[in-house]
């Protein structure tokens, strides 16, 4: 065939259509109920439209009939997988507008569980990430070594999951005798288990073939969306409030920030595997030293924030959590706005996965960690 | 040199391959290791833990007393409205001064998120969480709980 | 009747030469084959649901579980009971299918498997159809399925099948290829397609030992090429439960979609028997030249039970492959096939074509 033929050939073929999916609000890899109208040409993302609110329980109205107690439960249920951050924002936010002082033993029991809680998120994001690639073993690996965490969490705590272990002003109970001895033991398995992670994933040569230069996200992007937590720092943004704005006993404590600046799902992976071993860096420091004292700062029972707005970002296992509070000197806030990470984080889906095919869109939202229930709220 | 990539490629590719199925055969050929629990059978070896939050009762006595007042501090803390205390009158025979006492303390299991802010605010530390965590029934109505036993009554000198 | 559990030809034979006493002839053949028929039928069936017991606990027992345990003793009897679920489920059809294709998808898938496990030879005389194009025969029809699975795709009404279905065609019609030609590799040494010839060729000693090293490169691409031609993982492009819910079985229910299971499994185990048969001997117990000791050890184990061990091994392997990987991506799978897997194969082949003039192989 001449060149000129090919071109008439070219033209003359029938039109390609584009054709749209609807993944979701049932499908396996949204984990929960996210809705993405999918544009594609053949196997081709041509746009990725979210669509929210299938879950949405107006957490941040009911936070407007509460008081400032019971907000902190409503916070649970946002981004379950990192509950006590959240919890743990929202009392920092209500102990700042009154001014007080808490004990330096709270501040240690409360990073300890949030770096414990945010081990477990990234364990069950590492199973839940095999199990998108397609190796389902890996998901039954990360809720065997996550169990060991909610074993330390209810005992504490007295829950699993939503555990609504931070009060205004503290924490509800003190921690339990077994407390660290349960941790350690943790931390001396869990450092054996993790190098196993890596065997069975990061050096496989399907799954990095499956996540290198996949999803890429420039630095300008995730600034500019807001990508912020592993996600944001593997694309280059220092974004760790942690570091950056530390709260708790994070001053105290050393670790490293973790960044990467590939920028694609790989980069998004490894952050986390590496923020799993600095967490466990971070728990060993402060385990054994737990100061004495009382595990809440007195409170009235009916807490008044002055007129006035607060504000108060953590770090949670996502990304930067935002508590926003406006208050009119009553026992329930005026305005509670929550700057989720993962609504943040999906903004980015589109740019990170066009170009890319359908199984690499399942990659990326793997590597972006979403939980639903934090982005709807 | 691009055959050295190519065969280099095949070779590190294999050997990933192989460290990934060493870990799976691992665990395959030692079953001692297996995390699971076989539930409903181990119920009688199962303990949760004393903290776990299971369910909102009411403590009573060998003599059927109990400690709440019907003060409704609990009512005003819970934050999803499951617990409801009917407070009746108690008029003592011998100085003829009413009381406020419990009639029912209604709880509703269904509406509760376990939250413990109930516990926190009882004065009198009348109500604890139990560890029953076994509460589906085949009938709605059945999770609406009175948690105060019949012809109970209110510990002498709690006020 | 004379029964002999080392060559079952005189106890077929007994059976026949009796049809044909009691029967006229012609009855006497078409009884034959409903006899073949109904043993066939309920050989798959009872395979087919063994196979999902074994998957589950081996799989189970990858992740650290116990798997089924609650229907019979260590839960053997769960995929019974999971059978008659779906026996009694409704089978739907979601609108704007097209019924008949719909239906016919589903029994194509099942038929192919069917025809093909005729030709596998259980053991000395348990052979159905043994000619001598055997191998070709397997081949070809096992690859019948394939039409099943594009018609399922098509005729859901459902992109995500239809998606699945697509990439299941590109990915078996280039699999096939691999396939093929891993065993033509072995194909050089023996000369024949003729299953019963393959296996006889290896009293002495198994192909993958004898062949030298183009058998065993031939081997692992046979193994890894027929993963992948069965749609199983890390290659289950076609279902990707994560991507596609189920792929081109996401409308079926009921019995139907155990048709679609059933021939998975069924899949599984004919490849694994010619992968068997073809490299590691089929019923031919381990013989290693002329050892007459070892040997007449080797043959007082039942052919048959060397042929289910040798099965079982293979399908372990590919279980194995299927719990510890992720899934490739439609590209990548395709990429692996053209650039990797064939241009190997050729030059494997090439190599056992040397081998085989020069006398390398034992």
């Known amino acids: ?377 | ?159 | 009747m004379n029964f002999n559990i080392y060559d079952f030809t005189e106890f077929v034979n007994s059976i026949k030469l009796w049809l044909n006493s009691v029967l006229p002839p012609a009855a006497a053949d078409i009884a034959g084959f409903v006899i073949i028929g109904i043993c066939f039928l309920t050989f798959i069936v009872i395979l087919g649901l063994s196979l999902v017991y074994i998957e589950r606990k081996v799989c189970a027992f990858f992740q650290q579980r116990l798997g089924p345990m609650r229907v019979g003793f260590w839960g053997t009897a769960q995929t019974i009971a999971d059978i008659i679920k779906l026996v009694f489920k409704e089978p739907l059809i979601s609108k704007g299918s097209d019924k008949f294709l719909f239906n016919l998808a589903a029994f194509i898938v099942i038929i192919a498997p069917f025809m093909a496990i005729a030709a596998v030879p259980f053991a000395k005389g348990l052979h159905v159809l043994d000619f001598d194009i055997g191998l070709f025969f397997i081949t070809a029809i096992s690859s019948i399925g394939v039409t099943g699975i594009l018609l399922a795709g098509w005729s859901s009404n459902n992109k995500y099948s239809l998606i699945g279905a697509m990439r299941s065609g590109a990915q078996i019609v280039s699999y096939e290829l691999s396939v093929i030609l891993s065993l033509l590799t072995i194909i050089v040494l023996t000369g024949s397609l003729q299953l019963s010839v393959i296996v006889e060729s290896q009293r002495d000693g198994w192909w993958i030992f004898k062949g030298n090293i183009p058998a065993i490169i031939a081997f692992f691409i046979f193994i890894i090429a027929s993963t992948a031609e069965s749609n199983r993982g890390p290659f289950d492009m076609a279902e990707a439960e994560s991507e596609l819910t189920a792929g081109f079985h996401t409308e079926y229910s009921g019995i139907k979609f155990a048709f679609f299971f059933l021939a998975e499994y069924i899949n599984l185990f004919i490849i694994a028997a010619v992968g068997a048969t073809v490299f590691f001997g089929g019923w031919m117990p381990l013989h290693i030249g002329n050892f007459e000791f070892f040997n007449n050890i080797m043959d007082f184990i039942p052919p048959i039970i060397w042929f289910f061990g040798k099965i079982a091994a293979i399908i372990f392997l590919i279980m194995w492959f299927k719990w510890t990987f992720p899934r490739l991506r439609i590209d990548q799978l395709l990429t692996l096939e053209w650039k990797y897997l064939l241009p190997i194969n050729l030059i494997n082949l090439l190599l056992m074509a040397l081998v085989a003039l020069s006398g390398w192989h034992l």
């Open chain 2, 1 to 159: 040199m691009g055959l050295k990539n190519y065969i280099s490629d095949i070779y590190n590719g294999v050997k990933s391959l192989i460290t990934g199925m060493k870990v799976t055969g691992h665990y395959f050929t030692h079953p001692g290791e297996i995390v699971t629990q076989q539930y409903p059978e181990n119920r009688d070896t199962l303990k949760m833990f004393e903290r776990f939050r299971g369910e909102v009762v009411l403590i009573h006595d060998e003599n059927n007393m109990h400690k709440c007042t019907g003060c409704s501090a609990c009512e005003l803390a819970c934050p999803n409205g499951s617990i409801e205390i009917i407070s009746g009158k108690e008029i003592d025979p011998e100085t003829g001064k009413s009381t406020k006492i419990i009639d029912t303390f209604v709880y509703h299991l269904s509406m509760c998120t376990f939250c413990n802010l109930c516990i926190l605010s009882c004065p009198t530390d009348a109500i604890k969480m139990a560890q029953g965590f076994e509460h589906s029934v085949f009938d709605r109505s059945k999770l609406t709980k009175v948690l105060n036993k019949p012809g109970s009554k209110i510990m002498p000198g709690i006020k």
């Open chain 1, 1 to 377: 065939m001449t060149e000129q033929e090919l071109i008439t050939n070219i033209e003359t073929a029938p039109e390609t259509q584009e054709y749209f999916i609807n993944m979701g609000p049932q499908h396996p890899s949204t984990h929960g109920v996210l809705r993405l109208l999918l544009t594609l040409d053949g196997e081709i993302i041509k746009k990725v439209e979210p669509h929210l609110g299938y879950i949405h329980r107006s957490i941040e109205k009911m936070c407007e009939k509460d008081s400032y107690q019971q907000i902190v439960h409503l916070t649970d249920r946002m981004d379950y997988l990192s509950c006590h951050m959240n919890n743990e924002a929202v009392c920092l936010c209500v102990e700042n507008g009154l001014q007080l002082e808490i004990p330096e033993r709270v501040k240690v029991i409360r990073t300890i569980i949030s770096e414990l809680t945010r081990l477990s998120s990234h364990q069950l994001w590492w199973g839940v990430m095999g199990m998108d690639l397609g190796a389902i073993t890996t998901f039954l690996y990360g809720f065997r070594d996550r169990e060991l965490i909610t074993d330390i969490f209810e005992e504490t705590c007295g829950a699993r999951l939503t555990m609504n272990y931070n009060v205004p002003g503290g924490v509800m109970f003190d921690i339990h005798p077994n407390f660290q001895k349960r941790t350690k033991d943790f931390i001396t398995y869990f450092r054996k288990k993790l190098p196993e992670y890596d065997e069975l994933l990061t050096g496989n040569v399907i799954f990095t073939e499956r996540t290198k230069d996949i999803g890429y996200l420039s630095k300008e992007d995730a600034i500019s969306y807001g990508v912020t937590g592993p996600s944001g720092r593997a694309s280059g943004f220092a974004c760790d409030v942690r570091k950056r704005f530390p709260y708790s006993a994070y001053d105290r404590v050393e670790f490293k920030e973790i960044i990467y600046t590939e920028g694609d799902c790989f980069a998004r992976y490894k952050a986390r595997i590496d923020e799993m071993w600095e967490s466990m860096k971070i728990i060993e420091q402060l385990i054994d030293n737990i100061p004495e004292g009382e595990h809440k700062a007195k409170t009235k029972a009916v807490i008044k924030l002055p007129e006035g707005e607060y504000y108060q970002r953590v770090e949670t296992a996502r990304g930067e959590l935002g508590v926003y509070i406006v208050s009119d000197n009553k026992k329930s806030p005026y305005r509670v706005k929550f700057r989720s990470p993962g609504f943040s984080n999906l903004s980015a889906l589109d740019t990170m996965a066009r170009g890319n095919k359908i199984a690499d869109l399942v990659a990326t939202m793997s590597t972006l960690d979403l939980v639903i229930p934090d982005i709807d709220r």
